[in-house]
T-cell receptor, first 117, second 115 residues
Framework: AQTVTQSQPEMSVQEAETVTLSCTYDTSESNYYLFWYKQPPSRQMILVIR??????QNATENRFSVNFQKAAKSFSLKISDSQLGDTAMYFC??????????????FGQGTILTVHP | KAGVTQTPRYLIKTRGQQVTLSCSPI?????VSWYQQTPGQGLQFLFEYFSETQRNKGNFPGRFSGRQFSNSRSEMNVSTLELGDSALYLC??????????????FGDGTRLSIL
């Protein structure tokens, strides 16, 4: 069984500063995908960034980037130039590529990020 | 392109009743997954459907069931409702069933409250 752990229940950051959210995971599969999703108070889950485990290069999407450490099973999210609209719950999630994991995302418990003006 | 549509947005039921929630995926998406979100348990996978077949199932009792139609729309049903079933139910769609067809795109959810 796979697990995803987010050890920071809450984080806060000042507008325009940088913040890093932590995530560790465990899976017995060799090929898998990792995601960061954002859930604002409006409650719709929005994909922030995605990383394929077999790719060495860390994914980036504008102000969002990840630090993927496969050996350590660590997948942190860095948000640069934080904006008020980044205030949300952030979830780290894992999808195994094989086996019987069809359509299943395993989520961490989430980190509430508050961006202060 | 329209996103994932879930109806209804809010629902209030009493213990012992049953409920049906609906999810229309993004056009062209054939995989639909359902999740339950609660403050205590977080996000938990319920089941996934692809081409009208349930391909994967989470660790939920048999009171939770679902189906998918030929147009990829999906419904989930919960029978004999319990207080603990109060949750936000999220539906997500993707092109295919495997992880290589991720990411999943989520709807706004249905907030179910049991009195």
């Amino acid at each position: 069984a796979q697990t995803v752990t987010q050890s920071q229940p809450e984080m806060s950051v000042q507008e325009a500063e940088t913040v890093t959210l932590s995530c560790t995971y465990d899976t017995s599969e060799s090929n898998y995908y990792l995601f960061w999703y954002k859930q604002p108070p409006s409650r719709q889950m929005i994909l922030v960034i995605r990383q394929e485990a077999y790719k060495q290069q860390n994914a980036t999407e504008n102000r969002f980037s990840v630090n993927f450490q496969k050996a350590a099973k660590s997948f942190s999210l860095k948000i640069s130039d934080s904006q008020l609209g980044d205030t949300a719950m952030y979830f780290c999630a894992l999808a195994n590529a094989g086996g019987t994991s069809y359509g299943k995302l395993t989520f961490g418990q989430g980190t509430i990020l508050t961006v202060h003006p | 392109k329209a996103g994932v549509t879930q109806t209804p947005r809010y629902l209030i039921k009493t213990r012992g009743q049953q409920v049906t929630l609906s999810c229309s995926p993004i056009s062209g998406h054939r995989s639909v997954s359902w999740y339950q979100q609660t403050p205590g348990q977080g996000l938990q996978f319920l089941f996934e459907y692809f081409s009208e077949t349930q391909r994967n199932k989470g660790n939920f009792p048999g009171r939770f069931s679902g189906r998918q139609f030929s147009n990829s729309r999906s419904e989930m049903n919960v029978s004999t409702l319990e207080l603990g079933d109060s949750a936000l139910y999220l539906c997500a769609s993707s092109l295919g069933s495997g992880a290589e067809n991720q990411p999943q795109h989520f709807g706004d959810g249905t907030r179910l409250s049991i009195l």
